[in-house]
């Protein structure tokens, strides 16, 4: 930040003492938003937001022309679920997820795969509670959090409720963390301001800045005692299709974050010790406008190769209808059990295993257990564009 900005831009907030089993220590309790004075808006920034909302436009719009959405967003949100929980020190890959979800023990810690899961459910009850009409309030980011924390690592840890004791950030006590929180009693305070700038008040602030600057005002705050930075990336995606930016929750920033993630780290330090918003939104930014552009990449490539796969299959002749229907389950799921395709397709499981065969033999699926029962099949090349970035 340049001298002249930092010398007009106060502390985004004041010190309060608290009194911890170690010793007195000094917690941050953030300023309501929007900051004080106003962002200021250089050629550059804007320009970069720009970039970033012309790429929302462009995947918004890739949304529209998936043939079916929904397929795309089964992996997506799982992808999504599993670089969110790596940022917080989860081993779970992505397979692990699906093996997880298909009732098969991965080979990982269950802990891990838990908080995957449960990270799965909270984004698709946040997403359901909207499209039933529901705002984006501190009620919902609650209910939210008790689907986060509902099984596993962090379910003694008050799920849905605001934390009533002080926590901390890096270090082993409150004395020698890298930051302190506001103090409980703080909270609900500090919450309900940032609801009302979430609902455009005092003033109404543009859905991109407001995503920016929420995220900072949450991470700030860590209302709950687990689970703060998985919400508080939740809340981006789930602010942006509240506001109809996205129809579809298409845009997750977890894998830039993850890229970037001593990076992302400074620069919320930074805003709280300096007030320097604008550093951030610049690296919020750049953080949509390429994770827009490689979800579009993502989308289109699976497109492709839906595509083609689908002529493959017409080319068999006779047998391509039933083979179809599996080569569809599998867009879904891409690895399946012969068992929960034949639930899923109106197929018998002997002609659900000829339909596998031959897809095996396209080079389109591959059996990945080596067993003779029980046997998995992955749609290789689907899971193999959806991996990209998850790699531990």
């Not at 909270?187 to 109404?204: N, Q, S």
């Amino acid at each position: 930040m340049d001298e002249t900005r930092a010398m007009k831009r106060d502390l985004p907030g004041k010190y309060v003492t608290v009194s911890t089993v170690g010793g007195p220590v000094k917690a941050f309790v953030p300023s309501p938003l929007p900051p004080v004075p106003p962002i200021e808006w250089t050629p550059a920034l804007r320009e970069k937001f720009d970039a970033a909302l012309l790429a929302l436009g462009r995947l918004d719009s890739v949304s529209l022309l998936l043939p079916d959405t929904s397929l795309f967003l089964y992996m997506y949100i799982r992808k999504e679920a599993v670089l969110s929980s790596q940022i917080e020190g989860t081993q779970s890959s992505l397979s692990d997820l699906l093996l997880f979800e298909l009732e098969q023990q991965p080979g990982v810690p269950l802990d891990d795969v838990l908080e995957v899961s449960n990270y799965v459910v909270a984004l698709q009850h946040g997403l359901q509670r909207l499209g039933e009409g529901f705002p984006l309030s501190l009620r919902l980011l609650r209910e939210m959090h008790v689907e986060l924390l509902a099984k596993g690592r962090g379910s003694d840890k008050q799920p849905g409720e605001f934390r009533k004791s002080q926590n901390w950030i890096g270090g082993t006590r409150p004395g020698n963390a890298s930051f302190v929180p506001p103090p409980p009693e703080e909270v609900i305070h500090c919450m309900g301001d940032l609801e009302l700038f979430l609902h455009d008040k005092p003033e109404p602030t543009s859905v991109l800045l407001k995503a920016a600057l929420a995220h900072v005002q949450f991470e700030t705050i860590h209302p709950f005692l687990d689970g703060n930075g998985r919400l508080g990336r939740l809340m981006i995606t789930l602010l942006l299709c509240s506001e109809n930016v996205l129809q579809a929750p298409m845009l997750y920033l977890s894998l830039y974050f993850k890229t970037h993630r001593a990076r992302y780290y400074e620069l919320l330090d930074l805003v709280r010790h300096t007030g320097d918003w604008e550093a951030w939104l610049e690296f919020f930014a750049e953080a949509v406008a390429e994770t827009a552009t490689q979800a579009v990449d993502t989308a289109q490539r699976l497109m492709k190769l839906s595509v083609g796969d689908t002529e493959k299959i017409h080319g068999l002749g006779r047998g391509a209808p039933s083979v179809h229907l599996v080569h569809r389950a599998l867009l879904e799921r891409p690895i399946a059990s012969p068992s929960w395709l034949s639930e899923k397709t109106p197929l018998a499981p002997a002609t659900v295993n000829s339909c596998l065969q031959q897809l095996e033999t396209l080079g389109i699926v591959r059996e990945i257990t080596g067993r003779k029962r029980d046997r998995l099949f992955a749609y290789s090349e689907y899971v193999a564009v959806m991996n990209q970035g998850t790699e531990l």
